[in-house]
């Protein structure tokens, strides 16, 4: 059983609740903070993916309980849920048990990146956070669906719900044990490995090249995107950097498409990919040129979408911000506030429809409903760095017995939070990165 906390900031640390959306940020730091308004961020733009929405079907009233605990730890008088227009039934049923506790329903377009924090606050509030700054910056604080079920159930995080889709015979989400191995996932949903070319790990935007079959789903994982060998995407994200870079510099011809339609420039930040290609070829002059790269948020769509070139100025703005990280460089709009969204901000809008014929994700199930499974796991492999901040501490040693819940990693000092068993079993390794657990009879 888990310890019993006497505030919401303790036991959101203590049940290790991170931000479940993708970034991993420890959630309890984000409850010590006041803001007047708590947004649910429920667009989930990824093509393919469907677990939000599936939470909030499979259980609305813990979602709205958690985002309500949020709302008032933090002070808000102000609780919106945007989710896409397109979920008719959902909103009609988030309205009427939302209306009770003071949360109202904010309609997104069928858009990416709608669930971009930066592009929902705008959207939701009309304010524009300044570059560089968090939501905070402007009274809102933005979570993820998944993230307030988890504060409303109030026990260790141990389980984790994402989507398996596009070439599997059947799209589904899932919530699996946390350390379970992706081969092993694949398998209890009906899916040979074997049959797989190439995994995209998050989602076909955001996401990142699986590195094996044994790694293992964590606290963050969103969904796990199967492809044939060959696809469009298999290309893409496997590029190596060198050849980027020289494709980048021989073949731009700074039409500034990518500027154009990239959705950070559009609410007013100084992001303009088409410098950083620029910059490709101008070493000498590189800085001034790398700086527009700052505040990139690394959705993709110049690369995946709007570049007819088919460059990818997206690895260029992130290598460029690396470098800026390093040299201590900013831009001087940084932290700048009142900045006006461009006059056609909401005319350039890509529609997720788009982008699914662009990326070849047509002939793919745009589904995934949440199915029960019956997870029996003979092994996970638990990281003890699931989230921004430092490692959690291994608490455990080789032989001893452990039951789902059970701390094997202690929360660091500094920023972050412990890991708890996913499975009941026996330590069978613990390394500096990660604890195994074997399944005990
Ligand atoms: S990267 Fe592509 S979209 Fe951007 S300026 Fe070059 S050719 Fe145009
Ligand atoms: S990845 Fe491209 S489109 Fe997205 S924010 Fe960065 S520069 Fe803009």
Not at 430 to 435: H, K, P, T
């Amino acid at each position: 059983m888990p310890a019993v906390h006497t505030n919401l900031i303790e036991r959101a640390r203590a049940n290790g609740i991170v931000g479940a959306g993708g970034a991993g940020f420890p959630f309890y730091k984000k409850l010590d903070a006041t803001a007047d308004t708590v947004i649910l961020n429920a667009a989930e733009c990824e093509p393919l993916l469907h677990k939000d929405k599936e939470i909030l079907r499979h259980d609305l009233a813990g979602v709205l309980r958690g985002m309500k605990l949020t709302m008032t730890q933090v002070r808000a008088t102000r609780g919106i849920v945007g989710i896409k227009e397109k979920y008719t039934d959902l909103i009609a049923e988030i309205r009427v048990a939302g209306a009770p506790l003071g949360i109202e329903v904010f309609e997104l377009g069928d858009y990416y990146p709608a669930g971009d924090e930066f592009i929902t606050v705008y959207e939701a509030t009309g304010r524009v956070i300044p570059p560089g700054g968090i939501p905070l910056d402007v009274g809102c604080l933005v979570c993820n669906v998944e993230t307030v079920l988890n504060l409303d159930r109030d026990v260790p995080v141990t389980r984790k719900f994402f989507t398996i889709a596009a070439d599997v015979p059947n799209p589904v989400t899932v919530c699996a044990p946390i350390g379970a191995k992706f081969g092993d996932v694949l398998r209890a949903v009906g899916a040979d490995p074997a049959q797989i070319g190439h995994v995209l790990v998050g989602g076909v935007m955001m996401g990142r090249n699986m590195k094996s079959w044994d790694e293992p789903v964590t606290r963050t994982t969103g969904g796990l995107l199967c492809f044939p060998n060959e696809h469009v995407l298999q290309r893409k994200y496997e590029t190596e950097s060198r050849a980027r870079s020289l494709i980048g510099k021989s073949a731009c011809d700074q039409c500034s498409f990518c500027t154009e339609m990239c959705p950070r420039y559009l609410i007013g930040h100084p992001v303009e990919p088409h410098m950083a290609m620029r910059g490709l070829g101008f070493n000498m002059v590189g800085e001034s040129l790398m700086l527009s790269s700052q505040f990139c948020c690394e959705c993709n769509l110049c690369s995946l979408y709007a570049c007819p070139e088919d460059l990818f100025p997206k690895d260029a703005c992130a290598d460029n911000k690396v470098i800026l990280r390093q040299k201590g460089l900013n831009h001087p709009a940084k932290g700048k506030r009142d900045l006006k969204a461009h006059s056609m901000q909401e005319y350039r809008h890509v529609p997720v429809a788009s982008l699914i014929k662009k990326l070849g994700l047509s002939g793919y199930k745009n589904k995934g409903p949440l199915v029960e499974i019956d997870w029996h796991l003979d092994e996970v492999r638990i990281p003890l760095k699931q989230h921004i901040g430092s490692p959690a501490a291994c608490a455990v040693k080789v032989g001893q017995r452990v039951r789902t819940g059970d701390v094997i990693g202690s929360a660091p000092d500094g920023l972050g939070v412990p890991v708890h068993a996913s499975i009941d079993g026996i330590v069978a390794a613990a390394s500096g990165d990660e604890i195994v657990i074997r399944r005990s009879e």
